[in-house]
């Protein structure tokens, strides 16, 4: 009951802060029209007051903010959706990514000396402490190892594990109270939404699985001459602490400076696309969190990724089906696509696989060809909304990450290149994909796998079956001791019961 009464404390404390910025009604507004009560409720709450120049997105920041971390991550979702917030809002939103608040470098100092050991003159010939950059969760300062090597230095910020476990158990009591009563929501699985942030979270908030993940995907990319990945000092690492080497290059978010440098952004885009699917569909690991300020422009039309605490991973099953979504799309093949939805189980077996082929085709027949210019991604989504709900197409906790990605990879390069057309620039990618691990090479490939494994477990196998004999004599001679010991009792019991009744006949003889 006490928690019950704290989770709602909490989220009326949430409503009151939007309510507050004027951001509560604005925040429900963005999501379909407006409900004339809520218009009223405004002009009543406006009543008396002068009319305020900000606009709703400046509302949403401020009142964002002023909630903390939990919901600046929401706002920096919603800053990749212009096709739901506007173009407007979601500009404004950007503010969340690249100008939160730092907090002061004093505290950055100590939380380094206390988590590695040591004072910061012995780790550091030079620190900067004016941070370079500051975000919901850390800030990065730049500093010059002892050895004189270039590092850039990520501070977890002070008290964010707190601030995000109270908010997140208060977000999945709510959406557990959500699936009790709707079964819209159970489709949804709100709860395995909340659940999945809160595991990607919880990783972020320890830099060792950032440093690990940044280490991997240096690895995945090691022979991508186009795409590259900082450096990881591990001697400089802990858990509040990320040190990498410091990269040399422009941000994506500073168009300008890279049309000046003589950068090719259409190179930019194209690299971009063609490494962001290499990693997903390759490694199913991927960067998950390619907005603008996380990449960099560098010498030779180079990409180098920064920020790896949010990232992906996807298993080859899923893999596959991707794709082959992806490729059905490029090529027009509406029958594979809606198969691969079947075969992976996202749609139910008693739907109509014709009807679902045909849902597909009314999403791609009016995309086909197009350029991204002219593509309404809004209206894709929300054909595909309603395609899960007529065919009870069940939501996937572990592609949430994919999707948001890929739209926003695809905003990034129609903004460096506003000419790209996405499957065209896929499609290379996809079709080597394709080629490798369904062609007929792959199958033979597959059968030689299988064939092996299966040659590998045969010492698995006889020492399960000698385990078996062994098992089956035992029993065996279990069962006939215990037949053995049977016959002898009774034996003994038919000697006994002759002897007792010659003893019983000599007694009544003699009397």
Not at 227 to 234: E, L
Not at 268 to 292: E, I, P, Y
Not at 388 to 393: D, H, I, K, L, R
Not at 405 to 416: I, Q, R, S, Y
């Amino acid at each position: 009951m006490l928690k019950t009464l704290r989770h709602m404390g909490h989220l009326i404390r949430i409503a009151f802060v939007l309510s507050r910025h004027d951001a509560l009604m604005d925040l429900l507004a963005l999501f379909g029209e407006q409900p004339k009560s809520l218009d009223r409720l405004r002009k009543l709450r406006k009543f008396g007051m002068s009319p305020s120049p900000e606009k709703s997105g400046g509302n949403l920041v401020e009142a964002f903010q002023s909630l903390g971390p939990s919901f600046i991550k929401i706002g920096q979702a919603m800053a990749t959706r212009p096709d739901l917030v506007g173009p407007e809002t979601a500009l404004d939103l950007m503010r969340l990514q690249d100008k939160v608040p730092a907090f002061p470098s004093e505290e950055a100092v100590h939380i380094i000396e206390q988590e590695l050991g040591a004072p910061l003159k012995n780790l550091f010939k030079e620190f900067n402490d004016n941070p370079v950059a500051a975000a919901s969760i850390a800030q990065v300062h730049f500093a010059t190892t002892i050895d004189g090597r270039s590092v850039a230095v990520k501070v977890l910020r002070p008290g964010i594990e707190k601030a995000f476990a109270r908010d997140l158990e208060s977000f999945l009591w709510l959406a557990q109270i959500m699936e009790r009563f709707s079964a819209k929501a159970r489709r949804l699985k709100p709860t395995s939404v909340i659940e999945t942030i809160s595991e990607t979270i919880a990783l972020e908030l320890d830099l060792r699985y950032e440093a690990a993940a940044a280490s991997e995907l240096k690895d995945n990319c090691a022979g991508n001459m186009d795409y590259t990945v900082p450096d990881v000092d591990w001697d400089l690492t802990s858990r509040q602490i990320l040190c990498t080497s410091r990269v040399k290059g422009i941000p994506f978010s500073r168009k300008k400076d890279i049309a000046k440098a003589g950068y090719d952004t259409h190179s930019l885009a194209r690299v971009l696309v063609h490494s962001f699917l290499t990693q997903a569909l390759n490694f199913g690991f991927f960067h998950a969190d390619l907005h603008q300020g996380n990449l960099f422009a560098c010498k030779d039309n180079k990409i180098t990724a920064i920020d790896f605490g949010i990232m992906g991973r996807i298993d080859k099953k899923t893999r596959r089906c991707l794709a082959e979504i992806l490729y059905g799309f490029i090529t027009r093949d509406y029958g594979l696509i809606a198969r691969a939805h079947f075969n992976n189980g996202y749609v139910p077996n008693d739907q109509s696989l014709e009807k679902f082929t045909q849902a597909i085709r009314a999403i791609g027949a009016p995309i086909a060809g197009k350029p991204v210019t002219e593509i309404s991604v809004g209206k894709l989504l929300a054909q595909l909304f309603e395609t899960t709900e007529t065919f009870n197409m069940q939501t996937q906790p572990q592609l949430i990450l994919l999707q948001k990605t890929m739209v926003t990879v695809e905003g990034v390069a129609l903004d460096l290149d506003p000419k790209i057309n996405m499957w065209e620039t896929s499609q290379p990618i996809i079709e080597k994909w394709m080629l490798d691990n369904l062609g007929p090479q792959a199958k033979i490939r597959d059968a030689g796998e299988k064939a092996l494994e299966t040659l590998n477990q045969i010492p698995n196998i006889l020492d399960d079956i000698a385990v078996l004999a062994k098992a089956a004599r035992t029993a065996t001679e279990s069962q006939s001791h215990q037949r053995r010991s049977a016959a002898k009792l009774f034996l003994y019991g038919l000697a006994g019961g002759i002897i007792g009744s010659l003893s019983l006949y000599s007694l009544l003889h003699i009397f």
